[in-house]
């Protein structure tokens, strides 16, 4: 029951970022701004989030773990009630600026307190059901968005997201347990997470996100481009995201332990995935067929990124050990900065070169991906090899 609670954080976090992709032609038409302009409110929240959760893991190492996730779910709420008040683009960017520089620590800590939980076999299942919020997200909390953004206006998004979050900070109040600080010293655990092959992890989820978020940050105006949809079309699409994440998720857990280049592999469906977006946009496919094949990439692609979510996360946990904490947020950092790269760089793309370019740009992000996937993977083979025993689970997670 507890994991299903801790499942609430990540799910009011990652709805709290993306409450309002289904509703920003009409946010940007209200600020004054362009659709590329509200775009950046999505990279501001995630580059901000990419500098707070290493530097605020790293300083908070002392405290106790669900203390700080309640402080953390309480600034959302706040920061979300804010946005929904706002009137203006600036006042808007330096709230959302503030709400992902501390939001950041919310997967970090959920995972944290999720694996402390646990038998060290278990830890793949409970870092999917934690991280499953993620992808409860995309099912239910980012449609409800843009169905209720769609409806009453866009601020409506941001004070569904806030009653999200409080409903969050009741439950981890009430149902999640005391959970002990952080054992390792700062320097100490800054050590332990800055090494080989940990950083080729770090790296793979960078890529990860980087190349599927290039085109999902503006899923919006793609379903609109696909399907001349608005606010529920763009819903259902998010559904469907959110499906596939759950599946992916499942998947993940089930393969973390089976040998074989299981990254590589689904570094490599992204790719496709990203470049069916070009081929189907380039392609002019439109109603009912446009629905049909941007839910079918959609379903695709989310299957693929959160299979490898559980997959890296463990591999995180077992290397890291008492700086898990400090792993997470950094793992995280990868994670926002991928969203917040491939956002930046998806908004340069779409105004000077059009929606239909975004999925081969993020196809070639993620090609990068799949090249650092084979070589941890040839290292950790060599390793084998050569008689050493790699600080690895005995699982094909490379």
Request: include cysteine; proline fraction near 4%; aromatic fraction near 8%.
């Amino acid at each position: 029951m507890v994991l299903f609670i801790l499942m609430l954080a990540p799910f009011t976090f990652s709805t709290s970022a993306f409450v309002f992709a289904g509703v920003l032609q009409p946010m940007a038409s209200d600020l004054g701004i362009s659709i590329g302009a509200a775009g950046q409110l999505q990279t501001a929240f995630a580059l901000s989030c990419a500098v707070g959760g290493p530097l605020l893991a790293s300083l908070t190492g002392r405290f106790e773990r669900k203390a700080l996730l309640s402080f953390v779910l309480a600034t959302l709420m706040v920061a979300n009630i804010a946005c929904a008040n706002a009137e203006s683009y600036p006042a808007i960017l330096v709230v959302r600026v503030i709400a992902g520089f501390i939001g950041a620590l919310t997967l970090p800590l959920a995972s944290t307190i999720a694996i402390a939980m646990v038998p060290q076999e278990r830890a793949p299942v409970a870092l999917a059901t934690v991280m499953a919020g993620i992808s409860v997200a995309f099912l239910v909390g980012i449609p409800m968005g843009s169905v209720v953004g769609e409806q009453f206006g866009w601020h409506a998004s941001f004070w569904l997201a806030a009653c999200i979050a409080g409903i969050a900070l009741l439950a981890v109040t009430i149902g999640v347990p005391t959970v002990g600080r952080h054992p390792s010293s700062e320097r100490q655990a800054m050590r332990t997470i800055l090494r080989w092959p940990l950083l080729g992890y770090f790296g793979l989820t960078f890529f990860s996100f980087s190349g599927t978020f290039t085109t999902i940050a503006y899923v919006g105006p793609i379903v609109t481009e696909f399907t001349g949809l608005g606010g529920s079309g763009i819903g259902a699409v998010q559904f469907c995201v959110g499906i596939g994440g759950l599946l992916g998720l499942t998947l993940g857990a089930i393969v973390s332990r089976r040998r074989g280049p299981m990254i590589a592999i689904l570094m490599s469906v992204i790719i496709l995935i990203q470049a069916l977006y070009t081929l189907g946009l380039v392609a002019g496919l439109h109603g009912t067929a446009g629905l049909a094949f941007v839910i079918l990439a959609g379903l695709g692609g989310s299957v693929a990124l959160f299979a490898l979510s559980p997959i890296l996360q463990t591999q995180i946990a077992v290397l890291s050990g008492s700086a898990a904490t400090l792993a997470f947020a950094l793992n995280g950092s990868m994670v926002f900065m991928g969203q917040g790269s491939g956002a930046a760089l998806g908004g340069l793309v779409s105004a000077t070169l059009g929606l239909h370019a975004l999925g081969l740009v993020g196809a070639g992000i993620a090609s990068i991906g799949v090249v650092l996937a084979f070589i941890v993977h040839r290292d950790r083979v060599n390793a084998e090899r050569g008689g050493e025993r790699p600080d690895l689970l005995a699982s094909a997670t490379d």
